[in-house]
Nanobody, 125 residues
Framework: QVQLVESGGGLVQAGGSLRLSCAAS????????MGWFRQAPGKEREFVAA????????YYSDSVKGRFTISRDYARNTAYLEMNSLKPEDTAVYYC??????????????????WGQGTQVTVSS
C-alpha cells in the first residue's frame, strides 16, 4: 500500500508563491508517475501537472504553464509543485496522485492508483 501526504497549502495574496509537497511512503517509486490535480468549489477535479518518475518528463495544463513547476526528489520519495504568480482562480484543494501503470495519458485521473488527502490553497485578490 502507498500513502501520499500533501503539505504546503495556505492563504496567499495574488501574485504570491507557494510550494506544495507530496511525500510518498510504503513504496519506492523507481518507475512510477506523479501528478497534481485540483478541485475548486462547485467544479470538477482538473489536471494541473505531472511528471514521469523514470524519465523526468513534465506536463502542464495550459492554465498553469509558465507559472507552476513540478519536480521530484528521488532520495526523499517526494514530489513538489512550485506555484508562482498565483491568481484567485488558482484557489482549490490540491491533490497529489501516484501511478504505477505507466499510463500514456498523465492528464487523466484514471492514470493514477493512489491519491493524497488534499491541501487547500486560497489566493486572495
Amino acid at each position: 500500500q502507498v500513502q501520499l501526504v500533501e503539505s504546503g497549502g495556505g492563504l496567499v495574496q495574488a501574485g504570491g508563491s507557494l510550494r506544495l509537497s507530496c511525500a510518498a511512503s510504503g513504496r519506492t517509486f523507481s518507475s512510477g508517475d506523479m501528478g497534481w490535480f485540483r478541485q475548486a468549489p462547485g467544479k470538477e477535479r482538473e489536471f494541473v501537472a505531472a511528471t514521469r518518475w523514470s524519465s523526468g518528463s513534465t506536463y502542464y495544463s495550459d492554465s498553469v504553464k509558465g507559472r507552476f513547476t513540478i519536480s521530484r526528489d528521488y532520495a526523499r520519495n517526494t514530489a513538489y509543485l512550485e506555484m508562482n504568480s498565483l491568481k484567485p482562480e488558482d484557489t482549490a484543494v490540491y491533490y497529489c496522485a501516484a501511478g504505477v501503470r505507466r499510463s500514456p495519458r498523465l492528464s487523466s485521473d484514471n492514470a493514477y492508483d493512489y491519491w493524497g488527502q488534499g491541501t487547500q490553497v486560497t489566493v486572495s485578490s
